[in-house]
């Protein structure tokens, strides 16, 4: 398997987990509340599989592999893509905290 088949099928599965908040989301959106450990579970989930294991693949080996490959003219998309992981993460600690 292709390295970038690899992250494409962690991708999928980072966005099956989405969904599963999003259905929390819903309950929070019509006033239930959803199964505390569903929350708990699945930031766990986002901060150890999709920040640690998956954004490290991306942010150590392609990003920088990109970069030297197209000597720099892909250096705005790296920089957004690295923001949008900085925000995950500042979001998984906000729920985090709030747990």
Known sequence: MKPTEILIHEHRQ???ALEIFEKAVQELER???PE???IGTGAEFFRLYADRFHHFKEEYLMFGI??????GS???EIGMLRF???RCRHHL???????
């Open 66 to 71: 990109l970069a030297q490959k197209k000597e």
């Open 93 to 99: 600690e906000i729920i985090h905290n709030a747990l």
């Open 14 to 16: 980072i966005l099956q």
């Open 74 to 76: 892909f250096d705005f």
């Open 84 to 86: 949008q992981h900085e």
């Open 36 to 38: 505390p450990s569903l």
């Open 31 to 33: 006033g239930e509340y």
